[in-house]
């Protein structure tokens, strides 16, 4: 396939046009997402709209006339409870097709979708509930529990095989609507998403996604995913995170795509059997996801030929030894992406436009978007300085994030967006992540990139994973110190430890080796997959006041 040039065309990107080519509604008059990822594929009573593989339900396929149809009931029963426009509706379901109708439902309404993850507790549902002054919740039977001792718990609607509760039953009310709801319009700065950042340190941070991010979705599934109408497209990530919503969900119907869901817990033998079921052409799963993959490889099937034909992560960098084996096993090329819940993806290797690729790098601009690296009187670095990745607003006609929802941080200084990020740029347009700004470890005057160190460790054929943090010292200021998990079938001992400095010093540096190994089963990791490195700095710097 020839590609297309790359150009970011931040300054010359035509935003009308572009909505006036994906769009069936006008943004300056209003728009009803239901409608535009879903009604308009509707007329084509064929047309897939899920595939979903069950744990204990048999699959099932679910065209958009059949969605379409079940989200109108969905707003029915909306209606009946009182929920209308700008209201929050949350999600604690597992990726089932239910979890599908009650966001496009909720969007057909002209609410507001809020997903919460079902590994969440107690606390962390709670506080999102009430910070959002959410009017109504719908979970399963699994996921009932999490609900008890919810202090002002909203009205809960139960897809449930019982009929023995106090909860309004899913079936029973779908059953009772009709499958006609004129779809309610939204402004293009109308919210339509209402997430929360993840945050390290503090309370999580509301995040209002806009109707008008549809575009900027459509462009990244478009130019960074490549989805072709031809496509057999699988988002590994849960929906109950920003990755999953907006581009396993809403991005690939918004192109009239099938997106995937798969229910079952994510394993090497359930990824494999999946992508052979499904015939699946088009992945994109978390850095986690390929790491694991690659640590457990049985080589099922020996020289079998999957059929995939890209994939694509996002979350963390790729290091080049995950690369090349993706290459090797899956089959096609992996193209590495980066994004926030604030903004979406900004920042990619895009398997539809022409560009150099370097292994490890985040990439080039989004089209739509100019994203720079800042030092710390936020000018803009030159080529091989490192600085903080940030988005040029004003420069930026796709960039959708409006600050968050309740005030809680300003992470903006004059005309840039500001990630917290850190990165070295190549001088042509494209960056590589070096960590986190409070990630980044100062030892011996030096600054050393976590992520870095990571990618070397994980060159060493007996690392599954690693977490590289600063700890504490007298001398230094901070030591590296690494935790890692290694794979089964071999030894995690001092020979192993000395193996792995020697291969950090001899790659990078000898003030970025890290003077002191942990072997650990597992690393901390946020329910999207992040290594939690917050966590390990903790442990390490109480290991240092001992």
């Not at 035509?14 to 909505?19: F, K, Q, S, T, Y």
């Not at 919740?137 to 019982?162: H, M, W, Y």
């Not at 890290?514 to 329910?527: G, S």
């Amino acid at each position: 396939m020839n590609k297309q040039a790359y150009q970011p065309f931040h300054d010359e990107f035509d935003v009308e046009r572009l909505a006036r080519d994906v769009l069936t509604g006008d943004l300056s008059v209003g728009i009803n997402v239901c409608q535009e990822v879903c009604d308009q594929w509707a007329s084509d009573p064929e047309r897939i709209a899920l595939r979903y593989e069950g744990v204990e339900r048999e699959p099932e396929s679910w065209s958009f006339a059949r969605l379409q149809r079940a989200a109108a009931r969905f707003a029915n029963l909306l209606t009946q409870q009182g929920v209308g426009k700008g209201d929050r509706v949350a999600g604690l379901l597992p990726r089932t097709p239910e979890l599908l109708v009650v966001i496009l439902g909720t969007l057909r309404a002209g609410a507001v979708y809020q997903p919460l993850f079902t590994a969440f507790g107690l606390g962390a549902i709670e506080y999102r509930l009430d910070k959002a002054d959410t009017r109504l919740v719908v979970t399963d039977d699994q996921n009932r529990f999490k609900l008890d001792g919810v202090q002002c718990c909203p009205p809960i609607v139960r897809v449930s095989a019982e009929d023995d509760h106090q909860d309004l039953d899913y079936h029973q009310q779908m059953q009772a609507q009709s499958d006609r709801f004129e779809p309610v319009l939204v402004q293009a700065d109308d919210p339509i998403l209402q997430m929360f950042t993840s945050g390290t340190v503090g309370k999580s941070k509301g995040v209002a996604v806009p109707a008008r991010a549809l575009l900027s979705f459509y462009v990244y599934m478009r130019y960074a995913i490549d989805l072709q109408p031809e496509d057999r497209y699988w988002n590994v990530a849960d929906p109950g995170w920003a990755y999953g919503l907006y581009y396993a969900v809403l991005g690939p119907l918004l192109l009239g795509a099938t997106t995937h869901f798969n229910e079952n817990g994510f394993t090497p033998d359930s990824t494999y059997a999946m992508i052979r079921r499904y015939r699946i052409t088009n992945l994109a799963a978390a850095p986690s996801a390929y790491r694991l993959l690659m640590a457990y490889d049985q080589q099922p099937g020996g020289d079998e030929h999957l059929g995939l034909r890209v994939a694509s992560s996002g979350g963390e960098p790729l290091n080049p030894e995950v690369i090349n084996w993706v290459g090797r096993r899956l089959g096609c090329p992996v193209m590495d992406h980066y994004g926030q819940t604030e903004t979406g993806m900004t920042c990619c290797n895009h398997h539809a436009l022409s560009h150099p690729v370097r292994a490890g790098s985040m990439g080039f601009s989004l089209p739509g978007h100019r994203v720079v690296a800042l030092d710390g009187d936020f000018r803009e670095v030159a080529a091989g300085e490192t600085g903080q990745l940030a988005v040029d607003v004003k420069r930026s006609p796709l960039f959708f994030f409006q600050g968050y929802t309740w005030g809680e941080n300003n992470p903006f200084h004059d005309r840039y967006y500001l990630t917290g990020d850190v990165v070295i740029s190549h001088g042509d347009g494209s960056f590589s992540f070096t960590g986190r700004d409070d990630d980044i470890i100062t030892t011996s005057g030096y600054r050393v990139g976590p992520a870095d160190v990571e990618s070397t460790l994980l060159e060493h054929p007996a690392v599954a994973e690693s977490g590289v943090v600063g700890k504490p010292d007298s001398a230094r200021g901070s030591a590296i110190k690494a935790y890692v998990v290694v794979k089964p079938g071999f030894e995690a001992d001092e020979n192993m430890a000395d193996e792995l400095k020697e291969l950090v010093r001899n790659r990078l540096s000898t003030h970025a080796f890290p003077r002191e190994i942990e072997f650990v089963p597992v690393l901390p990791k946020t329910p999207s997959g992040k290594i939690q490195r917050f966590v390990l700095r903790n442990r390490a710097r109480e290991e240092a006041d001992q």
